[in-house]
């Protein structure tokens, strides 16, 4: 379990049972221009903790990637498969070439289009599975990842096969006492996801912001 990170009687602070446990959990809400959220968010992460923070594209459940228990709690919270893969986000290009085996094809759409809407499925550099990394466009979860060291889950903020949400109070309601921060940002704007594409297999495995002959002609482009 997560460590008590929060002050009972914060401002900030809501109480509410845990539907797992029974006991009472608390979830900090900030708001993304407050100087503590930065610091709070990575002191969370830091201690195996979960927070919601927004994207460019939707709010997203972050966890320290590198933390098996931490993905785990993702999971659980999210009532996902554990099969299923989980995005990770990094802060910029040096970090993703520290855990991804950063090829030509990678390193080239990574430079074209993140900061943005586009997830790549590449091979960890540790032991060669599968993974997805993406570098979102939004300057304060980069900045939480680079005081972090290292990168977090950005899995969207909703139940697994629920629709998504783009409303802070859909948030709230539904992660309240769940997680241990909630950076509130606002209602965003409904977008597309961001795109996933193998550069393994050279295909779209989902479709979004950022189109298929948009990824083949920046590669033809670099000859990648």
Known sequence: MAKPFLKKKA??????A???SGKENITEILKVTDRKAINRAVEILAADGLIIYPTET???IGADATSDAAV???IRVKKRLPSKHIIIAMSDIRMAKR?????????????????GPL????????DGRK????????????????RLGKPITTTSANISGGENLYKIKDIVRVFDGKVDLIIDAGNIPKR???TVFSTIDMEVVRKGAISEKQILSALAAAKA
Request: hydrophobic share 35%; no cysteine; aromatic share 8%.
């Open 11 to 16: 401002q900030n602070e809501r109480r509410v």
């Open 18 to 20: 845990s539907v797992n």
């Open 58 to 60: 939707l709010y997203g």
């Open 72 to 74: 785990k709690k993702v």
């Open 99 to 115: 855990y991804a085996v950063m090829t030509k094809r990678a390193e080239v759409l990574t430079k074209q289009f993140m900061p």
């Open 119 to 126: 997830s790549l499925v590449v091979n960890a550099k540790s």
């Open 131 to 146: 993974i997805r990394y993406r570098i979102p466009d939004n300057r304060f979860v980069r900045s939480v990842v680079r």
């Open 192 to 194: 597309k996801p961001s």
